[in-house]
Nanobody, 122 residues
Framework: QVQLQESGPGLVKPSQTLSLTCTVS??????????WSWIRQPPGKGQEWMGA???????YYSPSLKSRTSISRDTSRNHFTLQLSSVTPEDTAVYYC??????????????WGQGTQVTVSS
């Protein structure tokens, strides 16, 4: 059974780059027909799909975050990463990674990580 686990710093200073890693076990990130996604949920708000990397390595981004977001992967370590640059306190959120079968907000039966809290503060 595929499992995903987010990791990274819980506190980032404004203007810095947020970097998170999603480590996948029980399955390969190169498996066809899946999108390995990043989603966040700010306090008191709904979930926001940020972007994804496909099984081939192609990347896809939310238009609203595209200029600040980069998603990459390391197939030898079976993990994928999120970088969000020039963060502000508005980027404070719980960040999730997920394995989905489509782009955009994951379908109900997608596989999710447990999420990690990231706070942007000086």
């Amino acid at each position: 059974q595929v499992q995903l686990q987010e990791s990274g710093p819980g506190l980032v200073k404004p203007s810095q780059t947020l970097s998170l890693t999603c480590t996948v076990s029980g399955g390969s990130i190169t498996t066809n027909f899946y999108y390995w996604s990043w989603i966040r949920q700010p306090p008191g708000k709904g979930q926001e799909w940020m972007g994804a990397i496909g099984s081939s390595g192609s990347t896809y981004y939310s238009p609203s975050l595209k200029s600040r977001t980069s998603i990459s992967r390391d197939t030898s370590r079976n993990h994928f990463t999120l970088q969000l640059s020039s963060v502000t306190p508005e980027d404070t959120a719980v960040y999730y990674c997920a394995r989905a079968q489509s782009l955009g907000p994951p379908e109900p039966d997608a596989t999710w990580g447990q999420g990690t809290q990231v706070t942007v503060s000086s």
